[in-house]
């Protein structure tokens, strides 16, 4: 069985650094790209961007490049969202999504069960 | 990129059938051909329910159906049931170097 799990939620002031984690299993991890899906509280689904597990291709949306940094760990099959300096309007559920590229549109095929980030001081 | 526009609620009746718009603009996108629809239930996590236009993953009821028009698609779902009350959204992958997905603006599905 597919599953990404995802690490639990966070509580962080303002100017504080963080990582979150989503850990692969029930598929080969290397074939899939891992990507980051925002949603703020009563708001819609907003894509972060991707990275491929065995070369660390990473692509970021516009909205979110240098404001987060994505990587892998290949071998733990593990995917990472970094925040170095966090800001209140960082709050929010975060999750990761599997991309699948065996069907031509590469449908965003299995979800994370999300993390909350909470940045308050 | 701009979010896909889709009505803000749609409701019906069990039993009934509805249909959940989602408009991309004029000009279309390269990759519009590669729309899919999520359902989101409260406190879960978003679920894939149609990819490709039209394909239903295993698994997901044949409820659901996905169609496009132009640079319109639609979800339908038939013989509405109270589980079906949650919030849709449509996503199409934009096909460039930058692999950027945009996402509806989202629909909220009401069971009368």
């Known amino acids: 069985e597919v599953q990404l799990v995802q690490s639990g939620a966070e509580v962080k002031k303002p100017g504080e650094s963080l990582r979150i984690s989503c850990q692969g299993s029930g598929y080969i991890f290397t074939s899939h790209w891992i990507g980051w899906v925002r949603q703020m509280p009563g708001k819609g689904l907003e894509w972060m961007g991707v990275i491929y597990p065995p070369d660390s291709d990473t692509r970021y949306s516009p909205s979110f490049q240098g404001q987060v940094t994505i990587s892998v760990d290949k071998s733990a099959r593990t995917a990472y969202l970094h925040w170095s300096s966090l800001k209140a309007s960082d709050s929010a559920m975060y999750y990761c999504v599997r991309r699948d590229c065996g069907s031509t549109g590469c449908p965003l095929d299995y979800w994370g069960q999300g993390t909350l980030v909470t940045v308050s001081s | 990129q701009s979010a896909l526009t889709q009505p803000a609620s749609v409701s019906g009746s069990p039993g009934q059938s509805i249909t959940i718009s989602c408009s991309g603009p004029?000009?279309?996108?390269?990759?519009?051909?590669?729309v899919s629809w999520f359902q989101q239930h409260p406190g879960k996590a978003p679920k894939l329910l149609i990819y490709d236009v039209t394909n239903r993953p295993s698994g997901v009821s044949d409820r659901f159906s996905g169609s496009k028009s132009g640079t319109t698609a639609s979800l339908t779902i038939s013989g509405l049931q109270t589980d079906d009350e949650a919030d849709y959204y449509c996503a199409t992958y934009i096909t460039s170097s930058t692999l950027l997905y945009v996402f509806g603006t989202g629909t909220k599905v009401t069971v009368l």
């Open positions: 004029s000009s279309g996108f390269a990759g519009y051909s590669y």
